[in-house]
């Protein structure tokens, strides 16, 4: 009987309190639990709001009792909180239009491991990337979106991986998805943007960051919102560019950075480390 | 006879063509120089701009008669340039308002040695920072503006240092100045910006960052132009927060970014490493 | 009536056992404290280690309170803690030889507010800072070192900074220390080591850098041990250089690097964020 | 008729003499050319060495004229120096263990033109990575290696790649090779190395650095020589680590930084930017 464990990680937020942490504490030892991290971040008393995600190990009877227990002691603190067993790997469904090196990145982790996550199929509104990802064994959709059909292919997509996702990724999907759609989904929406923003938003941002005249590049993966490139930003990277490297070179070296930004957002995600409040998000490193 | 020696650098700027770098360095050669080095970098075939800097070595005389002949070798090619003598240190005048940490870098860096450079004055709206900067025997002006008198205060800021400095350095001064001395003023005028342009321009921007919940916050050195923010950078730099920096936390670390990249920029400007060219600039590090 | 509050910082280091969180949480709860911020973290199942930094804030009373149990509840997990009212700045005297930057970097800081710090008094071996020391109003003793008299040398640091500091920073002091001042000294010794550690252990790392031809050089800031450059590391930080920089313009750049890793090895001391243990740290940022 | 120019690199190194700029770039003009880029450097006056790379652009019979010329020049100068038709890509051999990170990076790179290199072909020590690499259309070659056949093994890498190549990349591959197998290789030898060197050389570099503490891991290119982890280095990556990555956490990370440090090796090879002199690298980028 190898590993009689159950990983357990708890992410929590609400408005601080003195006694949470007693509390939450209190019910994980009760439970027979032994917490692996605890990392908890309250803000300015002005906002006075409290963050909290603790990794615990728990057999699984103390488990069983916990999340029976739990939910009543959450609503005496009126928290949003979410529970996941660790050995249940989320299910990461992926949107791509042409451009492949997120794409290739993101199954590339997950072929070697690197990502503890399930691709339950790619959706495309191109047919190009189908031989790559079929490589994988991962299925592949095929679904054109064009001016006419935007909600039909959307329904498509909701019905494809509404229910069979527990996340989106956008690994440059290049169509932008209607309010509607982002509502109705019941999980988050994670999309990569090849600049620094808020720098750049909006279509072409190499050829701008170009004409700028900047001397660092960057990109950004964040939570997909109503308003185009404005939601809560998960990671950010940069790197260096100088008078020597063109528009196409920028575009070159972006790349490295969109797929190390979109991995980290990923790998943060997949691992349970990020609270979105507001538009802001918590993201324990 | 240690350095019989002069060290020369010439920077240029002009349409692309054949041959311009070959009379140059036979320009250079005839006049006994010797080339320590030559960056040299063309844009793309469209825009077809031709930049160049070269740093040599050539006894006195061969520079007087390189300086005679070069400027018609230089109208020629219908080329921009600046010649200079390096032993001749460049004037650096500063403009602070209370904030002291840039200021405070740039003395240091200028009384250890790391800069070669004339400080011929520091002038502030406040008297705060006199005793600061009287300290490194530097003179300090105190020049006050307020809403009624401030192209007076220009001028007198001209008068004191318009014909008294090779260019100007706002290390942190709180006035905007008016196009008119922008115009007037002879050399060029540095800026540090505390943020990372284009994002967060104007006012407050490491509230703005923490508002905007970006990973990442920046500083930006660049040259002023009529249009608020919107010069040639010349460096720029950043460094990662996260959910733990409150704005302030954001302040106090993105000083050691404005620190280190006003410190380039005047660095790259002692060392005649930039060509500033329509809205960007060209610097050879 | 301001500030009522108590600002306490926990720091505490055990074998790792179930319910240890709990309890400490439930003692700060049932002293009426807040956690602010609890960071714990705890190592593989192999080493078994547990440390945590808890910032809690509590009225006066309670943390009377807290303080007269505390240590009962310590001793039943075995731990090493330290309690800190964090109102109660730390004392810190600095050893340096003639290379001021280091020096300069950490006055600057603790003049403009940035290091909530007491500087009793800057000790050196030569005399030549003494005029930048004293223009902060800060002691300075002068205590020559050299073959025939370390030890008296030490012993006079010793009287002096033995009962009136809480740590030593080593701010370029050229002298090594001897293992027995080491280990009589009460509290930490903070060196800053001019390469990236184990990289160029001992002297002119700058010029092995160069000859090594490496295209990144760093800057270690670590705790004294007997052992020279090898105790354990606090904080690293790195810059690129190339064929361009020679020995001299890395040893430029590497200042920057220095003053940088240094000041956040202070700053990490004076938050309270450290943790030693057997050769490493764990830095709660 | 689109291009009818050639695209030409010239890498040279000589000693330092006044007059080389010169000569070259009349060459250059004389055969009807356009310099695109020149970057030159010339070492401390003690070491007194000369570096340049010229980029420029000519029609077929300029060129056919400069390839003739040239050599006279080059000898004048006593100049060692390598002449490149850009048009035509060079051929790069992998060789590869188990290990599939950095392979698989470089395959990506290559299908997606992000390199204009030519692969003949893959040789490993082991079956396991044959599959991935004939996904790409690349020829695949297993030669074992064990204590008793590595001369053997290494004389039929000799064969495979000596005429069919023009340098070699060991993209993690488990085997060092002979000193023998080094000097009789033609061209250059790439090897990415998971450490910062010189810091932990040799095995098991992430588990020495978890163990020394370290706060930034590293990667690090470098060509290949008879003493091992010793030869000129090309590049250096590094990324933040903390307590909370163990040697697996940091074994991840690393990959990262491998792929990163080892493409931009090969993109500086393949664009002919690399001057290697003594233990040293000149990188023109």
Not at 60 to 74: C, D, L, N, R, V
Not at 111 to 134: A, K, Q, T, Y
Not at 207 to 235: C, M, N, S, W
Request: aromatic share 10%; hydrophobic share 40%; charged share 25%.
């Amino acid at each position: 009987m190898k590993h009689p464990l159950k990983s357990i990680v708890l992410l929590l937020h609400c408005d601080d309190q003195p006694g949470i942490v007693s509390a939450i504490s209190r019910e994980i030892f009760t439970a027979t639990g032994n917490i692996l991290q605890l990392d908890q971040h309250t803000t300015d008393r002005s906002e006075g709001q409290f963050f909290m995600r603790v990794h615990f190990e728990v057999n699984a009877q103390g488990y069983e009792k916990f999340a029976e227990s739990w939910p009543m002691t959450a609503q005496k603190y009126n928290a949003r909180w979410q529970l996941y067993d660790m050995s249940i790997p989320l299910k990461m469904v992926i949107l791509v239009s042409k451009i492949d090196h997120c794409l290739f990145d993101l199954l590339y982790r997950y072929s070697s491991g690197e990502f503890n996550v399930e691709i339950p199929m790619v959706i495309s509104n191109h047919e190009d990337l189908r031989p790559m990802v079929e490589k994988y064994s991962v299925p592949f959709h095929f679904i054109p979106v064009n001016a006419d059909n935007k909600r039909e292919a959307e329904s498509q997509i909701m019905q494809l991986a509404g229910q069979n996702s527990d996340f989106l990724v956008l690994a440059r999907y290049m169509q932008i998805l209607t309010p509607e759609f982002i509502e109705k989904y019941p999980g988050e929406i994670i999309n990569i943007h090849h600049s620094f923003l808020p720098s750049f938003k909006g279509a072409y941002p190499y050829q701008r960051a170009y004409e700028r005249g900047v001397k660092l590049i960057g990109a950004t993966a964040h939570f997909v919102t109503e308003d185009l490139d404005e939601g809560p930003i998960i990671e950010q990277m940069v790197t260096r560019v100088s008078h020597r490297d063109n528009a196409n070179d920028m575009k070159i070296k972006g790349k490295n950075l969109e797929k190390l930004a979109l991995a980290s957002a990923v790998k943060c995600t997949l691992e349970r480390r990020i609270i979105r409040y507001g538009n802001r998000t918590v993201v324990f490193t």
